[in-house]
């Protein structure tokens, strides 16, 4: 490594891009792209990419380098070359993204009906890590999804935005305006959703937000469930309920 900086920037750029070192210190030789200007990182990404497969076998580790180099145009760059490739190479890429750029919005907009259900999940999950709790507006949609993993990808969002936000007895802290209709669609999935996952999730995350004017539905799923992990997920929840 200490050899490096006396490498043009297209040599250093192909040798940290193809480097095979643990994670730690993959991760530590790719943010030294950052010294560089990055037109010239983003001009020596394009000749490597020049002669990859989007499938091939060292397409998805450049791909990964490239991503912890925490650089937004070569984030675009290396995501553009993942989705060029199989399904699970882009959605590992999505988990990965760091920068809140035009081209990753539009991306995500359009993945987040992706046909393979890890890229449409990962591509949720990259919409509200870069764009923040706004993003939750524009997602209500995916509740009444016609696909199981994407009503559960909602109830997982709710979950994640408005866990912490309880007083001190572990009552939530929402203001009316968004908690009557987060309550009323959890009521819905916990009630009639056809996948099971989903109900089990909205029950754990009505437990979760500390959601207690659905105490009553929570009860009737412990007590009349015939599926022993709704109940349990009942009992979790209402246990998280303030006494």
């Known amino acids: 490594l200490r050899r490096i900086p006396s490498l043009g920037v297209e040599e250093h750029v192909l040798q940290v891009l193809t480097a095979s070192l643990p994670p730690s210190r993959l991760s530590r030789l790719a943010r030294s792209l950052r010294a560089h200007p990055t037109a010239e990182v983003l001009a ?40 060029c490739g199989p399904p699970r190479g882009l959605a590992r890429a999505l988990y990965r993204v760091h920068s809140p750029t035009p081209s990753m919005r539009r991306w995500l907009l359009e993945w987040t009906e992706h046909p393979d259900p890890n890229v449409a999940k990962a591509a949720v999950r990259a919409r509200l890590n870069l764009f923040g709790a706004r993003e939750l507006v524009d997602l209500a949609c995916l509740a009444d999804s016609p696909r199981a993993e994407l009503r559960l990808e909602w109830v997982r969002l709710q979950q994640n935005a408005f866990r ?9 802290t ?23 996952a989903v109900r089990e999730l909205a029950l754990y995350t009505a437990g979760n937000i500390g959601l207690t004017e659905l105490g009553d539905e929570l009860g009737r799923q412990l007590s009349g469930s015939a599926d022993w992990r709704i109940r349990r997920a009942a009992a979790t929840a209402l246990a998280e309920f303030p006494a």
């Not at 497969?53 to 995501?79: C, K, M, N, Y």
């Not at 912490?164 to 939530?172: C, I, N, Q, T, V």
């Open 44 to 83: 020596g990404f394009t000749l490597l990419a020049a002669d990859l497969e989007p499938d091939g076998p060292w397409t998805e580790g450049v791909v990964r380098v490239a991503l912890s180099a925490g650089i937004a145009e070569l984030q675009d760059v290396a995501v553009h070359l993942a989705a």
């Open 164 to 172: 912490d936000r309880l007083d001190a007895e572990g009552r939530s």
């Open 174 to 196: 929402l203001g009316h305006a968004q908690r009557a209709p987060l309550a009323a669609t959890l009521s819905r999935l916990i009630r009639a959703d056809p996948d099971h």
